[in-house]
């Protein structure tokens, strides 16, 4: 079994497709819209099969968690950038074009290299490398 695709709740469906395609290099289906219930989605994916959907509908309601704490539920869901270098250079890219950095690129004690990041609505997300195959 694998997981087939996360979803993400979004008020800007349109910035947020942005933002994963042109940070993380997924591809964009067509949106996908239902009129009677105000619905629309997009289903990104990446090459190798990985997807997120990104949904809209306005009666949705904000998340009231505090996203500079843990709490139960999904907290993250992280995204192989491939190599250490990688790592560094997209975290950097995205401070540099104004998003929020949670954590700096580091060594973790789990055999990862990664850092996470802040996506425009607040979401976080992991960057990552495997360093040690556990």
């Not at 139960?72 to 250490?84: D, Q, V």
């Not at 950097?92 to 929020?100: C, F, S």
Request: a negative charge.
């Amino acid at each position: 079994m694998k997981i087939h695709h996360i979803a993400i709740w979004t008020k800007d469906i349109e910035n947020m497709k942005n933002f994963y395609v042109k940070y993380f290099g997924f591809n964009a289906n067509n949106k996908y819209s239902n009129a009677a219930y105000l619905f629309e989605s997009y289903c990104l994916e990446f090459s190798d099969g990985a997807k997120l959907e990104l949904m809209k509908m306005p009666s949705v309601p904000g998340n009231k968690n505090d996203i500079y704490k843990q709490y139960t539920g999904l907290i993250h869901f992280a995204i192989s950038a491939g190599s250490k270098e990688n790592v560094k250079a997209l975290t950097e890219k995205l401070r540099t074009d104004g998003y929020e950095i949670v954590s700096e690129p580091e060594e973790t004690g789990d055999g990862f290299f990664e850092s996470c990041i802040l996506d425009p609505e607040k979401n976080r997300i992991e960057i990552t490398y495997v360093i040690n195959q556990v």
